[in-house]
């Protein structure tokens, strides 16, 4: 029981990651209609910039992850003002294709920046212990849990008690109605792509303790991040959180009672299944077309 305890709480905690992702996924999805195929270099970036700040530098934790926060937010801002705004009346597919060869541009940028050796950060907090009842717990994992607690708890003041984050679920609510009353729809969007590019950081910097740092980090990531989206139901915000645990919550079970060699294939299986059986996911809305 101890030892199942234990395994709870890592995929938890690691399902609280893919969770944050998917929630980069599901904001640019809902304000645009785009899926963004670069959010798992999002946090490929986020981790190589708290390494740069952090370690190469020396700055202290918090100056260090405020120039972190402003340099993703100065990427999610040129990324949807070079790649999304000139193509946004294009055809969807072409929009999708733009952000594949972003992803692409920002993994080849990092190789010449960083160099193809992988790094290491290390933890914000003691790498301690704590016993509770004879089960050993992490507090890494259960700091992530915490944390992603409170940043979830921070998204939905500002999305419903704050002047932004209304105008900002208004414009992907109804895009042209928000403009016609009004409302800048461009900056909303904008101001979506920068959070998105957070969210995609603070994943980062949770997992680069525990993963080197490298440029294929986020591809693994944002894979499970878009199975988190697909179980728990494309463009639902809370299902974006929950697809994340259960992803986590598989992946830890598969690899420990099965074999680490099929988590990923119990992983995509169960999204395959909810393609076919359940295709709006957990929390997905019910939506009808006329023929």
Do not use: H
């Amino acid at each position: 029981m101890n030892e199942l305890v234990q395994l709870l709480v890592n995929g938890v905690s690691m399902g609280c990651i893919y969770g944050l992702v998917a929630l980069g996924f599901i904001l640019i999805f809902n304000a645009t209609g785009v899926i963004n195929f670069a959010q798992g270099e999002f946090v490929m970036l986020g981790a190589f910039l708290a390494v740069t700040t952090l370690m190469q530098w020396g700055i202290p934790t918090l100056p260090g992850l405020l120039l972190v926060a402003v340099g993703m937010g100065l990427a999610g801002w040129l990324f949807q003002r070079l790649a999304y705004q000139p193509i946004r009346d294009k055809p969807l597919l072409a929009i999708i294709i733009c952000t594949a060869m972003v992803s692409a541009f920002l993994k080849s940028t990092a190789l010449l920046v960083w160099g193809p050796y992988p790094m290491s950060l290390s933890s914000l907090l003691p790498d301690s212990l704590i016993v509770v009842r004879g089960v050993v717990l992490p507090l890494q994992n259960l700091a992530i849990i915490v944390l992603t607690g409170v940043l979830l708890l921070a998204l939905y003041l500002f999305f419903f008690k704050t002047q932004p984050g209304l105008l900002m679920r208004a414009t992907a609510q109804d895009f042209d109605t928000a403009r016609l009353m009004g409302i800048r729809v461009g900056r909303m969007v904008g101001a979506t792509w920068v959070l998105g590019a957070l969210l995609g950081a603070a994943a980062g910097l949770l997992l680069a303790p525990m993963w080197n740092v490298s440029i294929d980090m986020g591809g693994s990531v944002a894979l499970k991040a878009f199975a988190a989206c697909i179980i728990g139901g494309f463009g639902s915000v809370p299902g974006a959180v929950v697809g994340g645990v259960l992803v986590g919550l598989v992946e830890i079970l598969a690899a420990s009672y099965l074999s680490s060699a099929y988590k990923d294939a119990v992983t995509f299986l169960i999204m395959i299944g909810f393609l076919i059986f359940v295709p709006r996911g957990l929390f997905g809305e019910l939506v009808s077309e006329k023929a």
